[in-house]
């Protein structure tokens, strides 16, 4: 089961609470906050930060039919460091965490797919902290421009930069180059 089946599922099971509609730079989410919340993108796109000693780190992005969220805080219930921001008008639809999973628990199909949901966030972050590791900022780039052409389309530089941990006037001769 891929990712649109598995939205298309919960579609059907009449899962999300309600819809959201956030303007450009509204928040879906501060730091220190608890949210026990899952959101499909149903337009627009957000990104997820953090900010460390008064610098902005970009973390990931949500783009239209991606599931976002501050998973550490949704799983633990506890706060979490991340914000969430819509970077343009975005509309999302949420699901609690009780809900989402009675959801995931009421059968064995439902229980696979959370794992296999979970194993795919467990090895994308490792690819991007590989990336972040070792990788040239050339390499970063061209790896991120295969894997999600649509963010040149929809992401400011200054957030693209922050994401691929390079100046924006980096990003910008490699964009040129």
């Not at 796109?45 to 239209?64: K, N, P, S």
């Not at 797919?113 to 994308?124: I, Y």
Request: hydrophobic fraction near 40%; proline fraction near 3%.
């Amino acid at each position: 089961m891929n990712l649109k089946t598995w939205i298309s599922k919960l579609d059907q099971a009449q899962i999300w609470e309600e819809e959201i509609e956030l303007a450009r730079n509204e928040y879906l989410k501060v730091s220190g906050s608890v949210d026990r919340n899952m959101y499909f993108v149903v337009e627009g796109c957000l990104r997820v930060f953090v900010i460390e000693e008064f610098e902005e780190h970009t973390i990931r992005f949500g783009y239209q039919d991606n599931i976002i969220g501050a998973l550490d805080s949704f799983i633990t219930g506890k706060p979490s460091e991340f914000y969430i921001q819509a970077l343009k008008k975005t509309v999302v639809k949420r699901v609690s965490r009780e809900k989402y999973m009675d959801f995931i628990h009421s059968n064995n199909e439902n229980v696979e797919m959370w794992n296999l949901m979970l194993e795919f966030l467990v090895l994308a972050m490792m690819e991007r902290e590989r990336d972040l590791l070792v990788s040239s900022p050339v390499e970063r780039y061209k790896r991120v421009q295969e894997r999600s052409p649509q963010l040149f389309q929809e992401v400011p530089n200054k957030y693209i930069a922050s994401y691929l941990r390079m100046t924006p006037e980096t990003l910008s001769r490699l964009k040129k180059s």
